[in-house]
């Protein structure tokens, strides 16, 4: 079993492999371990680049959470990784914060929920100001290219009556808190949200029940990551279809 350290170097990675004197039958792919003070993400047994990988250090962790991780934002860890010939040091930004502990702790900060519905009103809001069609079973993922286009998309009364912030709607910001992103991406990750309306870095959450993806301006410029790893949203988008078996959906071609 591979494990991705949060907070050490195993050579020119966070890689290492789990001990052979833990009890692996309790450890999936997905979960979170931990070792002493030291958080490890458990990768599977297949890793991409694995001839990279030939000497690793083994670490002696125990479970801490059981799927932290989905299987399908697991997948798509890993396919980014092989893709962007990158490595999983320079892709888990993505997904995760720097402090593992802090966003375990701002789990226990949401509000009690059931499993969310879109409600018809809302969904009528959404739909009048974008002309969208919501998933009516799961979850729909808004993205836009960049804050002017998702902004000038609607009226600024409708921005500011909280209507995005209630009940299923979560819009995830670059001017968000830590603890504002951290409470989000559990609200999606237990389907506590149902619509997220956010730009092309804040694609990387983990999804409970994602069925449709609405891609707006897919030709704008600021849809190609200029950093490492150097992806292209449109490519990403592709992959998470074939992963959550969702619909896409092109606006503004």
Same mark, same amino acid.
């Given at each position: 079993?591979? #494990?991705? !350290?949060?907070?050490?170097?195993?050579? &020119?990675?966070?890689?290492?492999?789990?001990?052979?004197? %833990?009890?692996?039958?309790?450890?999936?792919?997905?979960?979170?371990?931990? &070792?002493?003070? =030291?958080?490890?993400?458990?990768?599977?047994?297949?890793?991409? &680049?694995?001839? =990279?990988? =030939?000497?690793? %250090?083994?670490?002696?962790?125990?479970?801490?959470?059981?799927?932290?991780?989905?299987?399908?934002? #697991?997948?798509?860890?890993?396919?980014?990784?092989?893709?962007?010939?990158?490595?999983?040091? !320079?892709?888990?930004?993505? &997904?995760?914060?720097?402090? @593992?502990e802090k966003l375990l702790e701002r789990e226990g900060k949401?509000?009690?929920?059931?499993? !969310?519905?879109?409600?018809?009103? /809302?969904?009528?809001?959404?739909?009048?100001?974008?002309?969208?069609?919501?998933? =009516?079973?799961?979850?729909?993922?808004?993205?836009?290219?960049?804050?002017?286009?998702?902004?000038? !998309?609607?009226?600024? /009364?409708?921005?500011?009556?909280?209507?995005?912030?209630?009940?299923n709607f979560v819009t995830l910001l670059s001017s968000n808190?830590?603890?504002?992103?951290?409470?989000?991406?559990?609200?999606?990750?237990?389907?506590?949200?149902?619509?997220?309306?956010?730009?092309?870095?804040?694609?990387?959450?983990?999804?409970?029940?994602?069925?449709? @993806?609405?891609?707006?301006?897919?030709?704008?410029?600021?849809?190609?990551?200029?950093?490492?790893?150097?992806?292209?949203?449109?490519e990403v988008i592709d992959e998470m279809k074939k992963l959550?078996?969702?619909?896409?959906?092109?606006?503004?071609?």
């Amino acid at each position: 079993m591979y #494990l991705y !350290s949060f907070d050490r170097f195993f050579g &020119f990675d966070k890689v290492c492999i789990l001990a052979e004197t %833990t009890d692996k039958k309790k450890v999936k792919a997905g979960d979170l371990l931990i &070792f002493g003070n =030291q958080y490890f993400l458990a990768l599977g047994d297949k890793l991409a &680049f694995a001839e =990279q990988y =030939q000497q690793l %250090t083994p670490v002696k962790a125990e479970l801490v959470y059981k799927a932290f991780l989905s299987l399908p934002a #697991l997948k798509l860890f890993h396919w980014m990784v092989e893709t962007y010939y990158t490595t999983y040091k !320079s892709v888990v930004r993505l &997904f995760f914060a720097d402090s @593992i502990e802090k966003l375990l702790e701002r789990e226990g900060k949401l509000k009690q929920s059931v499993k !969310s519905k879109v409600h018809k009103v /809302e969904s009528r809001k959404i739909e009048s100001l974008w002309n969208f069609s919501l998933s =009516q079973e799961g979850q729909t993922l808004i993205v836009f290219p960049d804050l002017r286009t998702m902004f000038n !998309s609607g009226t600024m /009364e409708w921005w500011n009556d909280g209507t995005i912030e209630n009940n299923n709607f979560v819009t995830l910001l670059s001017s968000n808190t830590q603890n504002q992103k951290d409470v989000h991406r559990w609200e999606i990750k237990k389907w506590i949200k149902s619509v997220i309306i956010c730009t092309y870095a804040e694609i990387f959450q983990d999804f409970h029940n994602l069925k449709k @993806i609405i891609f707006v301006d897919p030709h704008k410029r600021y849809y190609a990551s200029q950093q490492d790893p150097r992806y292209k949203v449109g490519e990403v988008i592709d992959e998470m279809k074939k992963l959550y078996d969702a619909e896409v959906e092109i606006v503004g071609v």
